[in-house]
Antibody, heavy 120, light 107 residues
Framework: EVQLVESGGGLVQPGGSLRLSCAASGFTFSTFWMTWVRQAPGKGLEWVANIKEDGGQKYYVDSVKGRFTISRDNAKKSLYLQMNSLRAEDTAVYYC?????????????WGKGTTVTVSS | SYELTQPPSVSVSPGQTARITCSGDALPKKYAYWYQQRSGQAPVVVIYEDSKRPSGIPERFSGSSSGTMATLTISGAQVDDEADYYCYSTDSSGNYVFGTGTEVTVL
């Protein structure tokens, strides 16, 4: 079964750090772009970052540049999002998604999301 | 930063046609993708590359793009189509962005 499962969310104080993980199964993870998308409570979807198959290209939304780092381990079929200097506005459900048809904008497989809450 | 603008809400009667627009300066050169998100669920792509429909998506969903506007059309809307819809595209620098989102109500 083609599947993505996120983990690592939780409650963290402002200024703290979290590392999200996304485990892939059922498809050849190493050959596809991967993306993190988040959704704040009651708000719309926001693209956070994406990473090329070999990790050689990475892109970030301006609001997380310098604080978040996207990475992947193709041997472990896993995607990561290291989040530092967290702010209240980073509170959201974080989804990972894959683009399995060689179109970066076509995210055909999504995880169920992991919740990050930044609060004191 | 690049923005994609959508109407906040669209209301349609069952069996009628709903049209959702997405406006962005880079759309003449970049593809639009459309995502459906039902309450409490992860998004699902319903249109890719402006007008192509993924396998398994009903034929009543169609897409088009002209100039700086992309449009998602739901022909013969059903109650099951009630959801939030987001366009998605990229600017010239590789960054992606979702549209502001449109809540579709079928009643």
């Amino acid at each position: 079964e083609v599947q993505l499962v996120e983990s690592g969310g939780g409650l963290v104080q402002p200024g703290g750090s979290l590392r999200l993980s996304c485990a892939a199964s059922g498809f050849t993870f190493s050959t596809f772009w991967m993306t993190w998308v988040r959704q704040a409570p009651g708000k719309g979807l926001e693209w956070v970052a994406n990473i090329k198959e070999d990790g050689g290209q990475k892109y970030y939304v301006d609001s997380v540049k310098g604080r978040f780092t996207i990475s992947r381990d193709n041997a472990k079929k896993s995607l990561y999002l290291q989040m530092n200097s967290l702010r209240a506005e980073d509170t959201a459900v974080y989804y990972c998604a894959s683009s399995r048809f060689n179109m970066v904008g076509y995210m055909d497989v999504w995880g169920k999301g992991t919740t990050v809450t930044v609060s004191s | 930063s690049y923005e994609l603008t959508q109407p906040p809400s669209v209301s349609v009667s069952p069996g009628q046609t709903a049209r959702i627009t997405c406006s962005g300066d880079a759309l003449p050169k970049k593809y639009a993708y459309w995502y459906q998100q039902r309450s409490g669920q992860a998004p699902v792509v319903v249109i890719y590359e402006d007008s192509k429909r993924p396998s398994g998506i009903p034929e009543r969903f169609s897409g088009s793009s002209s100039g700086t506007m992309a449009t998602l059309t739901i022909s013969g809307a059903q109650v099951d189509d009630e959801a939030d819809y987001y366009c998605y595209s990229t600017d010239s620098s590789g960054n992606y962005v979702f549209g502001t989102g449109t809540e579709v109500t079928v009643l």
